[in-house]
């Protein structure tokens, strides 16, 4: 190639690699704008005495939010109701969207409306579903006929919406409903992935359904199992809508005062913005932890296949 | 589809078996579609049918006066109206504005040579970790300095677009056929078209998923809402129902119809088009609020 052709690559080169920054720019100045200084911005203020509305400029006062914040009983609290949240959504969450979907993979017929009908709740709103779920739980509501019909305690009020313990249980209960079809079509997918040829050779050795299921498909489908239990859990710790709205129709804040209520309503209630960037903080960090377990887990599987 | 029916699950061989999988299976996917029967059935019904015990499931008078208060609101000002086309109008924005930008970037990443360029990709996939709920407070004190309270720009420059379609596109995009593109640029077509109308014109699957997962997660939103919009009429459907529903006289009929016509347009676009919703990368990543 002579002289003059290298060149006129070169500037080529350089040229589409100017169209490809444009191209790209949008995105730089977008997750600047909106993701990488808000969060740089959420450390920022922790550190300082900032209030919503007012006119005072903020002062530094170092660790004292967080002082402040991992004493207050208020905080300890949310850390509770969201660890129970949490935990109770999971696990029903996790057991039924797996039995769910080996059911449905074991169906010749049918599979598809299953889905459907199962997946239908992901699809509402979640304003929507906590206001359906808010009459269902009303004391002359669904759910008290029907667990009276079922335990056969005629007239009994299980106050779903007034008791402490019972709101606890009634928004895993709105949450568990919402979301199982969603986590079912995940576990839908990756079983669909493990290869055919492994479980008709068990079947040629005599492996009957359950020994299939617990020596066969559970282990192979451990990367869906840990991409699954991370998301449920990511997907827990941003609960808002139900908690929000049952509290605003009079329900008891205290035990569902999820950490993402507590921010919101530090942030805007009590204009306190210094603490509720503390809070913001500890989530972030809670959720990048589990972020970074399911990158380990992707990776690592990656590797073994 | 086809991967699922083929998947790799024998059938169940005997009788009892195969009869109580399916008899759990039809069971569990009837009792889930409950709530969402007692909700249409109580939109058409006066209050003291929905409360009365024990229930009845279909209407005696059939209410659709539920309807007409559900929009009219309780103080009549039909403020319900003007926040449904809030809710249209911020949702399309988003999936469009999505779609655009994500394939720009999408394209970006995949189709041209740069120094950084993974640099810029790591960078975008990491803001995958960071929760909204974590940085709502400071994009709320950024929108209020540019004065973007209660204007369509507040509601949605937030999120106009995502990291997860940037992933989605820059995958789609990298199989795309260079040679097309190459071809294209020797005819002496300029880049900003090359991106126009053959790039963007032929993204359509990608294009179509990412679009609706926009659709819905705006749709669904509440906390921005929230936050942003304070005036009534800026309100979003999901911001309005809480208010709705805070109301202490408010009706429980007229609830269920307010939720009903929340819920009509993402069921309509959830029948016509469930393979967007039921397909392997559309579920990835649905369940960000």
């Known amino acids: 190639m002579t002289l003059k052709g290298k060149r006129t690559v070169r500037s080529l080169e350089k040229g589409r690699a100017r169209w490809g920054w444009a191209f790209v720019a949008p995105g730089i100045l977008f997750f600047s704008i909106f993701s990488f200084y808000p969060i740089l911005n959420a450390f920022y203020t922790s550190f300082f005495n900032k209030k919503l509305l007012s006119l005072k400029p903020p002062k530094f006062i170092?660790?004292?939010?967080?002082?402040?914040?991992?004493?207050?009983?208020?905080?300890?609290?949310?850390?509770?109701?969201?660890?129970?949240?949490?935990?109770?959504?999971?696990?029903?969450?996790?057991?039924?969207?797996?039995?769910?979907?080996?059911?449905?993979?074991?169906?010749?017929?049918?599979?598809?409306?299953?889905?459907?009908?199962?997946?239908?709740?992901?699809?509402?709103?979640?304003?929507?579903?906590?206001?359906?779920?808010?009459?269902?739980?009303?004391?002359?509501?669904?759910?008290?006929?029907?667990?009276?019909?079922?335990?056969?305690?005629?007239?009994?009020?299980?106050?779903?919406?007034?008791?402490?313990?019972?709101?606890?249980?009634?928004?895993?209960?709105?949450?568990?409903?919402?979301?199982?079809?969603?986590?079912?079509?995940?576990?839908?997918?990756?079983?669909?992935?493990?290869?055919?040829?492994?479980?008709?050779?068990?079947?040629?050795?005599?492996?009957?359904?359950?020994?299939?299921?617990?020596?066969?498909?559970?282990?192979?489908?451990?990367?869906?199992?840990?991409?699954?239990?991370?998301?449920?859990?990511?997907?827990?710790?941003?609960?808002?809508?139900?908690?929000?709205?049952?509290?605003?129709?009079?329900?008891?804040?205290?035990?569902?005062?999820?950490?993402?209520?507590?921010?919101?309503?530090?942030?805007?209630?009590?204009?306190?913005?210094?603490?509720?960037?503390?809070?913001?903080?500890?989530?972030?960090?809670?959720?990048?932890?589990?972020s970074w377990i399911q990158i380990r887990f992707s990776r690592s599987e990656e590797a073994e296949l | 589809m086809s991967a699922m029916t083929r998947a790799g699950q024998p059938r169940w061989k005997s009788l009892p078996g195969a009869v109580l999988a399916a008899a759990i299976l039809v069971s569990f996917s009837l009792l889930i579609l409950v709530p969402l029967l007692f909700m249409a059935?109580?939109?058409?019904?006066?209050?003291?049918?929905?409360?009365?015990?024990?229930?009845?499931?279909?209407?005696?008078?059939?209410?659709?006066?539920?309807?007409r208060q559900a929009l009219a609101g309780n103080d009549g000002n039909w403020i319900y109206l003007r926040n449904i086309l809030n809710s249209l109008v911020v949702s399309l924005s988003i999936a469009f504005t999505t779609v655009l930008l994500s394939a720009s970037v999408g394209y970006g990443l995949a189709k041209f040579d740069f120094r950084g360029r993974n640099a810029v990709f790591m960078g975008i996939m990491a803001t995958m970790m960071i929760p909204f709920e974590t940085v709502m407070i400071p994009l709320y004190m950024i929108a209020v300095k540019l004065g973007m309270q209660d204007s369509y720009a507040g509601l949605i420059v937030p999120f106009m677009m995502n990291a997860f379609g940037v992933f989605l596109m820059r995958q789609y995009l990298l199989t795309f056929p260079s040679e097309i593109l190459d071809a294209a640029r020797i005819d002496g077509c300029s880049e900003p078209r090359i991106f126009r109308e053959i790039v963007f014109k032929n993204s359509g699957p990608a294009a179509a998923t990412l679009a609706i997962l926009a659709f819905r997660q705006q749709w669904d939103n509440l906390l921005w809402p929230l936050l942003i919009a304070q005036r009534e009429e800026m309100k979003t459907i999901p911001a309005y129902i809480v208010k709705f529903a805070a109301e202490k006289n408010a009706d429980e009929g007229a609830m269920m119809a307010v939720a009903a016509i929340a819920s009509i347009p993402v069921f309509a676009l959830f029948f016509g088009l469930s393979k967007y919703f039921l397909g392997g990368s559309a579920v990835y990543s649905a369940g960000k609020e």
Not at chain 1, 94 to 116: D, E, G, Y
Not at chain 1, 272 to 280: D, E, H, I, K, T
Not at chain 2, 53 to 66: G, R, T, V
């Open chain 1, 62 to 290: 170092g660790f004292q939010n967080y002082e402040r914040v991992l004493s207050s009983p208020d905080f300890w609290n949310s850390v509770r109701a969201t660890a129970v949240f949490a935990a109770g959504a999971f696990v029903p969450l996790f057991l039924l969207s797996l039995l769910f979907a080996v059911l449905i993979v074991s169906r010749k017929r049918f599979q598809r409306t299953a889905q459907m009908a199962l997946y239908s709740p992901a699809v509402l709103s979640s304003a929507v579903a906590a206001l359906i779920w808010l009459l269902i739980f009303d004391p002359r509501g669904l759910a008290n006929q029907f667990v009276n019909l079922v335990a056969n305690t005629p007239g009994i009020d299980h106050k779903w919406l007034a008791d402490a313990t019972m709101v606890q249980l009634s928004t895993i209960l709105v949450y568990v409903w919402k979301y199982v079809g969603y986590f079912t079509i995940l576990f839908v997918t990756g079983i669909g992935k493990i290869p055919q040829s492994v479980n008709e050779a068990a079947v040629i050795d005599g492996a009957g359904p359950v020994q299939r299921f617990f020596r066969i498909t559970l282990p192979l489908l451990r990367p869906t199992t840990v991409l699954v239990s991370v998301m449920i859990l990511i997907q827990c710790l941003k609960t808002f809508s139900t908690q929000y709205l049952f509290t605003q129709r009079g329900a008891p804040l205290g035990p569902i005062n999820v950490l993402t209520l507590n921010i919101y309503n530090t942030a805007l209630r009590d204009q306190n913005l210094g603490r509720a960037s503390v809070m913001s903080v500890i989530l972030f960090l809670c959720m990048l932890l589990l």
């Open chain 2, 41 to 67: 059935g109580a939109s058409l019904m006066p209050p003291h049918e929905i409360m009365k015990m024990p229930y009845d499931w279909i209407p005696k008078e059939w209410k659709w006066a539920n309807f």
